[in-house]
């Protein structure tokens, strides 16, 4: 199947883990993308890479670190947890074609 | 990005079509209407696009008044997996880097029995 697929689905984690969610997309997209949704329900774009590099960097605390070893895969790294953290983390990407984003199903990540 | 103004919520019978409206006031020229929805717990799903001209797909069709500042989703014909929160966003086209796509906190459609 063709998709944008994010593992894993669930993360319970204590405080001050480090944990890592992984994306890969195997739709030949050129751009991919990590949003964060929170408790409210928000959608808010934390990074986008094309073709590997960073192109958008919200203000997102450095203890998130982005790592894309090439343009199918966007791996999301976060050091020291806080409870504050605790989301669900969407993948996503999209290609020039313009027809939109393209999400994974995401991963609740809950720290404890 | 545009900023987008969408009703809270709406309701609406089974097999009924659901009409879901936008205002953008401040579109410019360049930029598209684009429409996504999210059911619960899943990532959000794109429905349908458009720069000036009415759209139509598989899913729905896109009714965008002629200054353009605002647009109607319409679902012809409405199931209980329509159920879903429906996202009204208007960005500018990918160039390189793609989007930077702003989702506010669109509105929640009841599909009833």
């Known amino acids: 199947d063709t998709a944008v697929s994010q593992t894993p689905k669930y993360l319970v984690t204590q405080m001050g883990n480090d944990k890592s969610i992984k994306c890969e997309q195997n739709?030949?997209?050129?751009?991919m993308y990590w949003y964060k949704q929170d408790s409210k329900k928000f959608l808010k774009i934390m990074f986008s890479?094309?073709?590997?590099?960073?192109?958008i960097n919200e203000t997102v605390p450095n203890r998130f670190s982005p790592k894309s070893p090439d343009k199918a895969h966007l791996n999301l790294h976060i050091n020291s947890l806080e409870l504050g953290d605790s989301a669900v983390y969407f993948c996503?990407?999209?290609?020039?074609?313009?027809?939109?984003?393209?999400f994974g199903s995401g991963t609740r990540l809950t720290v404890v | 990005d545009a900023k987008t103004t969408q009703p809270t919520s709406m309701d609406c019978a089974e097999g009924r079509a659901a009409n879901l409206p936008c205002n953008h006031s401040?579109?410019?020229?360049?930029?598209?209407v684009y429409w996504y929805r999210q059911i619960h717990s899943q990532g959000p799903q794109y429905i349908i696009h458009?720069?000036?001209n009415n759209e139509t797909n598989e899913m729905a069709s896109l009714i965008i008044t002629e200054d353009r500042k605002s647009s109607t989703l319409i679902l012809p014909h409405a199931t209980l997996r329509d159920t879903a929160v429906y996202y009204c966003?208007?960005?500018?086209?990918?160039?390189?880097?793609?989007?930077?796509?702003?989702f506010g906190a669109g509105t929640r459609l009841f599909v009833k029995a």
């Open positions: 996503a990407s999209s290609d020039r074609d313009r027809y939109g984003y393209t």
């Open positions: 739709l030949g997209h050129d751009t």
């Open positions: 890479y094309n073709n590997k590099e960073l192109i």
């Open positions: 401040t579109i410019s020229g360049n930029e598209y």
């Open positions: 458009g720069l000036k």
């Open positions: 966003i208007v960005t500018v086209a990918p160039q390189t880097g793609g989007f930077k796509t702003i």
